[in-house]
């Protein structure tokens, strides 16, 4: 079946640093990727998706590449702020399936 | 719009009992779908419905039921709650026929189980 492997958390890093969030994924056939973030003490949204090969998404300053030959989809940022902190999780639609499969979230904290 | 709601925000059950998560959403969209969110596990889908009429079990349905009779609500019920139903539930939209289109979470609901 689907799966979505996600770096562990939590991940600590001062202000203006590069971050980049580990997402792989097993699929057959060509999956639709996305990262949905989590602000403390709200529900998911949707931060940026791909759904073909080679696709990179964006969005407030984040991208992420969807690498079909590394089945990879990893998640970055050239400077943090503090207002990033959040938990940020990847997820993957099948072709055909009619659910998400969400990796298991990494907790992202920005320090000033 | 209000997008996604639901309530109660925060629930207490004591072994045994019942109750209904309830979920609505005003975009109009046909795809709605449950998950519950457990530490170190990510979110994982309890039922869905592609339309009113329409449910279907995802991949932890059991102890859980669903009904679609709006096309704007989705309420899930807890038949006999057990300490392992314990978790943070949301409730999502879409605004296609698949969770391939973003989807619209609720604010969740947290339950705890005693």
């Known amino acids: 079946g689907n799966s979505v492997t996600q770096m562990e958390g939590p991940v600590t890093l001062s202000e203006e640093a590069f971050l980049t969030i580990n997402c792989t994924y097993t699929a057959t056939g060509y999956p639709s990727l996305f990262w949905y973030v989590q602000y403390p003490g709200e529900g998911l949204q949707l931060l940026l998706k791909a759904t073909k090969a080679d696709d990179k998404g964006s969005n407030k300053g984040f991208e992420a590449t969807y690498r079909k030959e590394t089945t990879s989809f990893h998640l970055e940022k050239g400077s943090v702020q503090v207002s990033d902190s959040a938990v940020y999780f990847c997820a993957l639609s099948g072709f055909g399936n009619e659910k998400l499969t969400f990796g298991t979230g990494t907790r992202l904290t920005i320090i000033p | 719009n209000a997008g996604v709601t639901q309530t109660p925000k925060f629930q207490v059950l004591k072994t045994g009992q019942s109750m209904t998560l309830q979920c609505a959403q005003d975009m109009n969209h046909e795809y709605m779908s449950w998950y519950r969110q457990d530490p170190g596990m990510g979110l994982r889908l309890i039922h869905y419905?592609?339309?009113?009429?329409?449910?279907d079990q995802g991949e932890v349905p059991n102890g859980y039921n669903v009904s679609r009779s709006t096309t704007e609500d989705f309420p899930l019920r807890l038949l006999s709650a057990a300490p392992s139903q314990t978790s943070v539930y949301f409730c999502?939209?879409?605004?296609?026929?698949?969770?391939?289109?973003?989807?619209?979470f609720g604010p969740g609901t947290r339950l705890t189980v005693t």
């Open positions: 999502a939209s879409s605004t296609g026929g698949s969770p391939a289109y973003e989807q619209y």
């Open positions: 419905s592609v339309g009113a009429g329409i449910t």
